[in-house]
C-alpha cells in the first residue's frame, strides 16, 4: 500500500514483548526486536524526549527497561 506515493508501514509492540515493523500491504515482517518477554507483564514502547526508542516493562515506575535505542 502507498499513501501519496509513500510505501506504508506499520510498528507494532505486540504483547510478546516484540517490537515489530510490518508492511501495510501484506503483513510482511520487515524488523523484530525479539524482545524476551519477562513473566506478568505487558511491553510499552515509548520514544522519549531525548529521542531514545525504549521498550519498558509494564509498570514503567519498577524501572525495567527491556531494549532501548541509545544509552
Do not use: C, E
Request: aromatic share 10%.
Amino acid at each position: 500500500m502507498f499513501l501519496n506515493g509513500i510505501p506504508a508501514f506499520r510498528l507494532v509492540m505486540q504483547k510478546d514483548s516484540n517490537l515489530v515493523l510490518y508492511t501495510d500491504d501484506d503483513n510482511r515482517v520487515l524488523w523484530a526486536t525479539n524482545t524476551p518477554r519477562p513473566l506478568g507483564n505487558n511491553p510499552i514502547f515509548i520514544l522519549q524526549n531525548d529521542r531514545n526508542a525504549v521498550v519498558y516493562s509494564y509498570p514503567i515506575n519498577r524501572g525495567i527497561v527491556m531494549l532501548q535505542s541509545h544509552m
